[in-house]
């Protein structure tokens, strides 16, 4: 324990104040250079997704000075049989399925409806709905970019998600000489829409032999990307994130009271959902408790957190195996989500192979991780696993490993990785972010 706390408590060292010969650098003022000071964060609702670009955002140096508008769909009906139509298109028709709605009920149901129509005439549903239509509105940010260029600078743009292309691109079209557009995660259309584009490795997996050989010669032609990627695209091991050094070391003094008793080595046990191309259900559950009963000797303590997409099977087994276990907590859902203490705490890692992010996140600490279910996975996401196999930054869970023997990688660090493409992209442009 001394040596872990040795580790996040090294003393600060200062830096030696400047030589009166030394050079010094160039006030900002004199800089020819145009000073990029904030930025739009354009989300799309889903969390793993948004925070891709705000761990982005962060490490440029803009957390404290950006502006965030999020894409949504309209949820719930006959919305949940729309979810592939682009989101403008979704938002029009459920806009005017509300409007129908509330008209309606306006000419069947006047003598009850009357107290409860907004100013506007509508319902309040139908009121939600034309709000919905106004989310990141691109006109907004292409004016704000635009009438503020002279006195602000440029406007960095991050999205990440498909229901964010069309509004990133749109501004990009729009406002090309005040804006720098980064899309993250592989946006199927032409990339010259976006000054940047950064997706995974695995984004690529399509134009491999092995996909090609999956898919019938008369669908190819259908599958993107359909080119392999050019000089604006940054590629990346995992997903992004807003996980480094300083971020555990923080969470590390936060959690301290929490953790610093635990008994070590301390497992950490993260559980997603399945997906699309990950798919597995309560056999996968009972095959990981079995597996972590089977190390328990070798652990001081394990603690296991569900995610939002875990099926309640999933954790109803989880808990029927092993609630019991003293050696085992696990995390009821409730605030404060001990997520960050886990990363700086633990000793090694168990994750399910459908999350991308919670794996890159974990593979950020140098610290062991076990993945458990890849060999369930299909498509991209085998290569995922597999690049990661190679590179020695995971392992297969299995249920024989002594815990108590660490070993370790080179951290992934994707998201300075993609910042520092963002800074050299910005320099050839002639701007340079604000030090």
Request: proline residues 6%; contains cysteine; aromatic residues 8%.
């Given at each position: 324990?001394?040596?872990?706390?040795?580790?996040?408590?090294?003393?600060?060292?200062?830096?030696?104040?400047?030589?009166?010969?030394?050079?010094?650098?160039?006030?900002?003022?004199?800089?020819?250079?145009?000073?990029?000071?904030?930025?739009?964060?354009?989300?799309?609702?889903?969390?793993?997704?948004?925070?891709?670009?705000?761990?982005?955002?962060?490490?440029?140096?803009?957390?404290?000075n950006h502006l965030f508008y999020r894409v949504t769909r309209p949820k719930g009906g006959i919305n949940e049989l729309l979810?592939?139509?682009?989101?403008?298109?979704?938002?029009?028709?459920?806009?005017?399925?509300?409007?129908?709605?509330?008209?309606?009920?306006?000419?069947?149901?006047?003598h009850i409806q009357h107290a409860k129509l907004g100013r506007n005439g509508f319902s309040?549903?139908?009121?939600?709905?034309?709000?919905?239509?106004?989310?990141?509105?691109?006109?907004?940010?292409?004016?704000?970019?635009?009438?503020s260029f002279e006195k602000e600078g440029p406007l960095l743009v991050v999205a990440s998600g498909r229901d964010t292309i069309s509004t990133a691109s749109s501004i990009k079209r729009l406002a090309s000489e005040s804006v720098f557009v980064v899309q993250i995660q592989h946006p199927r259309v032409h990339l010259h829409r976006f000054d940047m584009v950064i997706t995974p490795r695995h984004d690529y997996y399509p134009l491999t032999p092995q996909a090609q050989k999956q898919v019938p010669r008369v669908l190819r032609r259908w599958i993107t990307p359909r080119e392999p990627a050019d000089s604006h695209v940054v590629l990346t091991m995992g997903a992004l994130h807003q996980?480094?050094?300083?971020?555990?070391?923080?969470?590390?003094?936060?959690?301290?009271?929490?953790?610093a008793s635990v008994p070590k080595?301390?497992?950490?046990?993260?559980?997603?959902?399945?997906?699309?191309?990950?798919?597995?259900?309560?056999?996968?559950?009972?095959?990981?408790?079995?597996?972590?009963?089977?190390?328990?000797?070798?652990?001081?303590?394990?603690?296991?957190?569900?995610?939002?997409r875990t099926p309640q099977k999933v954790s109803y087994?989880?808990?029927?195996?092993?609630?019991?276990?003293?050696?085992?907590?696990?995390?009821?859902?409730?605030?404060?989500?001990?997520?960050?203490?886990?990363?700086?705490?633990?000793?090694?890692?168990?994750?399910?192979?459908?999350?991308?992010?919670?794996?890159?996140?974990?593979?950020?600490?140098?610290?062991?991780?076990?993945?458990?279910?890849?060999e369930r996975c299909k498509w991209k996401f085998t290569e995922f696993h597999k690049l990661l196999r190679e590179k020695g930054v995971v392992r297969p869970f299995t249920g024989s490993e002594d815990i108590s023997e660490s070993w370790s990688y080179p951290p992934l660090n994707d998201t300075a990785d993609a910042a520092k493409k963002v800074r050299e992209s910005l320099a050839a442009r002639g701007w340079k972010l604000k030090t």
């Open positions: 324990m001394n040596g872990m706390k040795s580790a996040w408590m090294r003393p600060i060292q200062l830096p030696e104040p400047p030589s009166p010969t030394a050079p010094r650098s160039t006030p900002d003022v004199f800089d020819s250079a145009i000073i990029v000071r904030r930025a739009v964060v354009i989300g799309n609702g889903f969390p793993s997704s948004e925070n891709q670009s705000l761990g982005l955002v962060r490490a440029l140096g803009l957390s404290d979810q592939w139509l682009p989101v403008s298109l979704h938002k029009k028709i459920d806009y005017i399925i509300r409007i129908f709605r509330a008209c309606s009920q306006l000419v069947f149901k006047s309040d549903s139908a009121a939600e709905g034309l709000l919905a239509v106004l989310e990141a509105d691109v006109k907004h940010i292409v004016n704000l970019a635009r009438d996980i480094d050094f300083a971020s555990l070391r923080n969470a590390a003094i936060t959690w301290h009271d929490v953790f080595p301390l497992l950490v046990v993260n559980i997603g959902g399945p997906t699309r191309n990950c798919r597995y259900g309560v056999d996968l559950a009972k095959q990981l408790a079995a597996s972590l009963l089977n190390v328990l000797a070798s652990c001081g303590s394990v603690r296991i957190s569900f995610s939002e087994t989880i808990l029927k195996e092993l609630g019991g276990n003293p050696k085992v907590y696990i995390w009821d859902g409730q605030e404060p989500n001990p997520h960050l203490g886990h990363l700086a705490w633990a000793d090694a890692f168990v994750v399910t192979a459908d999350s991308v992010s919670m794996i890159s996140e974990a593979c950020s600490t140098g610290k062991p991780v076990y993945v458990i279910g890849a």
